[in-house]
């Protein structure tokens, strides 16, 4: 899991982010409901944290479980994250599908790769 929960990482240049390809984590699970997509994803517990949470949940498992729900549009997004397309192909399909500006889709769908990533659920692989 500690390859999806890289922190602090430096920043790339615009084009070179959006030619990288998201890759699901493969720990995520997702279910379908009337609001969108439910993700399900595994994230470590702090050590500092850990007493509380042993305490609170009396379970002694470093890892809980946290759940993100996807509306329409964020679910399509997840959806199109097939661990070949890059960002920017992406971005061109959800404009399509939303009419949207190619700059504006970019910026969307960039900002939502990006708090994937931050949660663990999507790493970005550089394209080939």
Known sequence: MAFFRKRNQPSIPRQQALACIPVRN?????????????????????????????RVAARSSPVIVRKLQLDAMGGSVWEMIDNRRSVREIAEIFARRNGLGSREAEIAVSAFVRELGKRGLVALRMEE
């Open 26 to 54: 493969p720990e995520a699970g997702q279910h379908r409901n009337d609001e969108g997509i439910l993700l399900s994803y595994p994230v470590e517990v702090k050590p500092w944290f850990q007493g509380i949470f042993r």
